[in-house]
């Protein structure tokens, strides 16, 4: 299931993430990231970043006690996100 997920450490992570006992397994993670915008100077847009792209298998476990909260994204972010790194399916609505 896609969900954001909030580290201690400030980051905000996209992912399919999968919740356990050993942590939160996070498949083809993105950071979340707020950059200056292209064509509207004063602006920000929202980015996604690549997160541990250099693991073998693009997958990470981040232990619970390093996690501040895990939810579901909005449609918009979902969207992004499944467009560039998942199946390309967009929930309706938008």
């Known amino acids: 299931m896609i969900k954001i997920v909030k580290l201690v ?6 992912a399919d993430a999968e919740v356990d ?3 939160v397994t996070l498949k083809q993670p993105c950071a979340i990231q707020l ?3 292209r064509t509207d100077p004063g602006q ?3 980015g996604l970043i690549p997160y ?3 693991t073998e298998d693009f997958k ?13 994204p909005s449609k918009e972010i979902y969207n992004q996100y499944n467009t ?3 199946s390309g399916i967009q929930l309706a609505g938008l």
């Not at 990470?60 to 579901?72: A, P, R, Y």
């Open 84 to 86: 560039a790194f998942g």
């Open 60 to 72: 990470v476990t981040v232990s619970l006690d390093k996690v501040v909260w895990h939810e579901k």
């Open 35 to 37: 950059m200056p915008s």
């Open 52 to 54: 541990a792209s250099y």
């Open 44 to 46: 920000t847009m929202m």
């Open 9 to 14: 450490t400030g980051e905000e992570l996209i």
């Open 21 to 23: 006992h050993n942590g």
